[in-house]
């Protein structure tokens, strides 16, 4: 899954650095991000860092396992 290149130079301050923080999180495309179709994840969360990104319904959501344990934030568009 490759994100969607967007220029951010219109926008403001803070979302700007949200989108460098982003891009750093995600190391420029070098971690891979698995996809659902089910509300969360249906396996444990391993202990090495994974991302799962969750689409059920109208509802989005990033699942980031840590230390076997499942977090996640939602997502909505602006």
């Known amino acids: 899954m490759k994100l969607q290149d967007v220029d951010l130079t ?4 803070p979302v700007q650095e949200l989108g460098d923080d982003v891009r750093r999180l995600l190391n420029n495309g070098l971690y891979e991000i698995q996809s659902t179709a089910s509300s969360e994840p249906d396996f444990a969360a391993p202990l090495e ?12 959501r990033l699942y980031v396992s840590l230390n076997g344990a ?8 602006l």
Request: proline residues 0%.
């Open 49 to 60: 860092t994974t991302f799962v990104l969750s689409i059920y319904g109208s509802q989005r």
């Open 70 to 77: 499942w977090f996640y934030s939602t997502l909505t568009a």
């Open 10 to 13: 219109k926008e403001s301050l």
